[in-house]
């Protein structure tokens, strides 16, 4: 039926839009379109249309931008459930519009009017991850935001901070030799950290309890190298992760063995 299309619809929805304004429409008639957003969330619907109708939407959810933290621009002072937003922006535009929440599906927008860069917002749970971003516009009274605003602030926070309520997952011991081995983990899931993940604990331990070993990683490394391992012994290895408030639980213990000899030495064995 393509050669039947006439044109197509596209509905650009701001996520949230308080305003509860109709979403911005664009007649097309070639299959593409250039949009120039904010960082906010956006819901895009597309439609084709000829002389019988228009066709069932497609609808796209513009991803999340996979920036840092903007650091400087947005600070953050808790009030027990309360948290005071501050901020200085580049310029003075007439308004900001606030986005906060754990994700595109329940995020809370506020138009601040003021020039203090001041806003106070409620009702935080703990131990969830809050996105909050600060955006500057030149238009304020619900009309749409779509090519009016600009992102000038991007921060993460959490109310309160807790322990991580598991450990890595799928921990292996790889490479054995006599005096070394190789750990591998997989990071502890964004959800289970409860807080910033700080980094990570290995504790590793001969079978006799006569040798004990604490290494502390930051958050981002993934495999560690044991050295200074002595030969035809056990030992025993758990990882934890550790946020501001404290340690997590540790994995549950995996056991490896190293061998007598080391490559060479059984080599000459051999011969």
Known sequence: QNENILGYYVNVERIPN???????????KDGKV???????????????????????????????????????????????????????????????????GTGKEDMCMK????????????NFQPYKLYKIMVHASDVCQCENFTGHEKTFGVTHFYSVEGVPRTGPTNVTILNVTKNS?????TKIPAEDCLGFLR??????????????????????????????????NIYHVQISGFTNAGE?????????????????EALCICV
């Open 181 to 185: 081995a190789l750990v591998k983990w």
């Open 199 to 232: 980094g990570y604990r290995i504790t590793y331990t001969d079978s006799r309890r006569t040798e004990s070993l604490v290494v502390t990683l930051n958050s981002s490394t993934t495999s560690y190298h044991l050295t200074g391992l002595k030969g035809k």
């Open 248 to 264: 997590g639980p540790p994995t549950v213990s995996e056991p490896f063995s190293t061998p007598k000899y080391g490559t060479r």
């Open 34 to 100: 250039l949009l120039n957003l904010s960082m906010a969330y956006y819901r895009v619907n597309i439609s084709a249309y000829n002389k019988a109708g228009e066709s069932p939407q497609a609808i796209y959810i513009v991803p999340d931008f996979f920036e840092a933290d903007l650091p400087g621009q947005i600070h953050i002072k808790h009030q027990g459930t309360n948290a005071v937003v501050t901020w200085t922006p580049e310029y003075n535009p007439k308004c900001f519009v606030v986005d906060w």
């Open 111 to 122: 138009i601040v009017t003021t020039a203090s860069g001041k806003f106070t917002l409620d």
């Open 18 to 28: 308080s305003c509860k304004d109709s979403p911005n429409r664009i007649f097309l």
